[in-house]
């Protein structure tokens, strides 16, 4: 029972102290006093009040345009939306506000976090990745824009773990095709990734892959055209151990070249493989 009582007072008080506090915010709303009102908008935004913030300083934003208090109204209302995690919308504000303001000490600081909420909204590699070459070309305007800035070094880091998330997409999407039995387009997949990104910390794998995709291919092949693509597959080889002679693949890929070249010398003995 007592309990029961503890617990109601705790609601009426929460109940009471929450009709003030909106009571309170509904007033700040209606005031004429402009400053009063940006004095208050500040602090809930120092109070991480972020949805009152927002509010007072949205009406602001007008009030205060062309005036000394513009910059700094406008980068509030950024940082509002960029708090709590809103950050397409805070990635839009912070492009306008560098544009708008481009002489602003903030300007550059701006500019970084427009390309920052992109990355924070990056998804993980199995899900579309257009935020993720979005954040990657920002990035790149960034340090086109402030080539000298202090932010320089860690926008190319950032932008090497946004290539390393497509190049696992990619990576992923061939392993797909390879799984599911299309030969043909995982070797092209895997080669595309290799094309795409020529450092690629996968690129054994998909040196390997491909080597594998071309052996099951051949042999899928109608008879006219197994010859030649067994050839291929030495020829992928060749391409793996070249790469990396003490790689992990190597006792695999050496079983293949020997089926590979024993099935094009029954080919050419004259003798049908089966």
Do not use: W
């Not at 391409?239 to 992990?248: S, V």
Request: aromatic letters at 16%; glycine letters at 2%; charged letters at 25%.
């Amino acid at each position: 029972m007592i309990r029961k009582k503890i617990l109601f007072l705790v609601a009426v008080i929460c109940i009471m102290i929450s009709a003030n506090s909106c009571s309170k915010f509904s007033k700040i709303q209606k005031s004429t006093d402009m400053e009063a009102k940006y004095q208050a908008a500040v602090k809930y935004y120092e109070n991480k009040n972020y949805f009152q913030a927002l509010q007072l300083f949205e009406e602001l934003i007008t009030v205060f345009r062309g005036t000394t208090k513009a910059e700094d109204t406008y980068y509030y209302y950024c940082q509002c939306y960029f708090e709590p995690g809103e950050y397409t919308v805070a990635a839009y504000h912070f492009n306008n506000f560098n544009q708008t303001f481009p002489n602003s000490p903030r300007a550059e600081e701006s500019l970084f976090k427009n390309a920052y909420c992109y990355y924070l909204d990056s998804p993980t590699s199995s899900l579309d990745q257009k935020n993720t070459i979005d954040a990657i070309r920002q990035f790149q305007l960034f340090i086109n824009r402030y080539p000298q800035s202090s932010q320089v070094q860690k926008s190319n880091e950032l932008i090497d773990e946004l290539r390393l998330k497509l190049e696992t997409k990619d990576f992923n999407n061939a392993k797909l095709y390879f799984r599911t039995g299309y030969y043909k387009a995982s070797m092209v997949a895997f080669q595309n990734v290799l094309k795409t990104y020529p450092s690629t910390i996968f690129k054994e794998d998909c040196l390997y892959y491909v080597l594998r995709s071309s052996f099951i291919y051949a042999n899928q092949s109608i008879e006219n055209k197994k010859a030649e693509r067994y050839k291929v597959t030495i020829e992928n080889y060749y391409k793996l151990i070249d790469a990396f002679p003490e790689g992990k693949y190597l006792k695999e890929a050496e079983k293949i070249l020997l089926e590979a070249q024993s099935k094009i010398k029954k080919m050419e003995g004259g003798i049908q493989i089966i």
